[in-house]
């Protein structure tokens, strides 16, 4: 094997390591643990990780003990970043050269340096725009590709068909022949979006398919499972290469596609910017030199800004606004922006809403909001549900609520789960028991039965975290 290249399968394994075991390992015996190296065997069926901790003997022994705990659950992580097809079996071993060379002081201060001595919410708060950088893989695949579709989820929001547009239009500029995708229903504060009527639609989709010019890459943005696509699914499983670029991370279901899936991120139009930037950035002698145009910022900021509630939602960071400054400076309406994508409601839509507001119901003192809209509502008053987009957000305003819990019934009867909390709450454990995923303040899930009986379990297992 190349010795160069398992060199930098090292190195990729120790980065991710590290940064899970900052952010994403929760166990209390796992103490300041600095990883000093990794070594794979040569059939990189096992990787030999050094690791050095600070304090005595016992600290010693209890920080091996609950990486040896977590072992499992690393291994399952550094699959799903780094999309090995083998994952090596993770073998911890105290590296005592440390002990030999260094004195504690040196120690703190690597420590210190890196953020040890923080908690996860200060170390978010550190992070800037620059340093979310899109995998180079992601970056060669796009480059390599002839003809790419840039496909947003079923229902999209604004951050979905933005990024989707976005995209788009920026590896056209790069010489790409690229386009978004749409679905038949209009979403709720995306027609006014700068290429929104141009973008393909089903019919234009299967065409494509029928005369032999599908795609040859994909490229799925706010979702990394191509069942998020509905009834497109089975055309669009028929591309060889399929690549996604998401901030939401899934506990369960099938394995996520290849690409780029921050949860740092507010929202995928902010991954988009950097995916564009870098496109940019490594362009390939002769290739044409692209820049972000005022139509692409546009499109990201609406993602941006409805992703964020407006910059109200605790997912807001200071690398939110970083994005929202380059994004203006490009040519992004902010106002413009803000009153068709949150603040522009068709009387349709608000006759919906007062149906829905009927179904608020509140639990153990305020603090639960459930809220309900059914296949009937919809029907009654000619929307769709893109028309409910911003009702979830409308529910966590109220004052006093720190769990909103509404219940959307799909067309087979089933019910999509919409989670949403404060800074202090936690949704995405609910959510993946049931087969979803998201980000601890906001989440989802599919789930069937009665939408009584599923509200008060839900209702029930939250209510263990107010106290």
């Known amino acids: 094997m190349d010795p160069y290249k398992l060199q930098r399968q090292n190195a990729a394994i120790r980065k991710v390591l590290g940064e899970l075991l900052a952010v994403e390992v929760k166990d209390p015996r796992v103490g300041f643990v600095t990883i000093n190296g990794v070594e794979l065997n040569r059939d990189q069926t096992v990787a030999e990780v050094f690791v050095s901790v600070l304090g005595g003997e016992r600290e010693r022994k209890d920080s091996l003990a609950g990486l040896k705990k977590a072992r499992g659950f690393l291994q399952g992580r550094l699959s799903d970043v780094l999309r090995l097809r083998a994952t090596p079996d993770l073998r911890f071993i105290y590296d005592e050269s440390l002990d030999q060379g260094l004195g504690v002081e040196t120690i703190l201060d690597e420590l210190s340096a890196r953020g040890e001595f923080v908690d996860e919410a200060e170390r978010r708060r550190r992070r800037t725009l620059d340093s979310l950088e899109p995998p180079r893989d992601l970056l060669a695949a796009l480059a390599g590709a002839e003809r790419i579709w840039v496909v947003p989820h079923v229902n999209p929001d604004p951050d979905a ?65 191509l069942e ?35 949860p740092v991120a507010s929202s995928a139009s902010l991954l988009v910017l950097r995916v564009i930037e870098g496109l940019a950035a490594g362009g390939q002698e002769g290739a044409p030199a692209i820049a972000l145009t005022a139509t692409m910022a546009t499109n990201l900021y609406a993602g941006l800004y409805t992703d964020t509630g407006g910059f109200r939602f605790p997912n807001t960071l200071p690398l939110s606004f970083e994005a929202a400054a380059r994004l203006v400076s490009a040519g992004a309406d902010a106002a413009d922006v803000a009153e068709r994508t949150l603040h522009e409601r068709s009387p349709a839509s608000l006759a919906l809403l007062a149906r829905v507001l009927d179904t608020f119901d509140y639990h153990h003192g305020g603090r639960i909001l459930t809220l309900r809209v059914t296949r009937e509502m919809l029907a009654a008053t000619a929307t769709t549900m893109a028309d409910t987009e911003q009702f979830t957000g409308l529910a966590s305003a109220v004052s006093g609520v720190r769990f909103v819990v509404f219940l959307k019934e799909r067309e087979d009867g089933a019910w999509r789960v919409s989670l949403r909390t404060d800074a202090a709450g936690d949704v995405h454990t609910a959510a993946s028991q049931r087969g979803g ?24 297992e939250l209510a263990l975290q107010l106290g």
């Open 161 to 225: 068909m933005g990024s989707a547009l976005a995209l788009a239009e920026a590896l056209r500029a790069a010489g790409r022949e690229a386009e978004a995708l749409r679905y038949a229903e209009p979403p709720a504060g995306c027609e006014s979006l700068p290429g929104y009527a141009d973008a393909l639609d089903p019919d234009a989709v299967a065409a494509a398919f029928a005369d032999d010019e599908g795609p040859d890459l994909v490229v799925a943005v706010d979702f990394h499972h």
């Open 228 to 262: 998020r696509t509905g009834d497109l699914e089975p055309l669009l499983a028929r591309v060889g290469a399929a690549w996604c670029i998401d901030h939401h991370l899934d506990g369960n279901g099938p394995a996520p596609l290849p690409g780029w899936i921050e």
């Open 437 to 460: 995923g998201g980000h601890r303040q906001a989440a989802g899930c599919t789930a069937t039965g009665d939408p009584e009986t599923l509200a008060a379990a839900l209702v029930a």
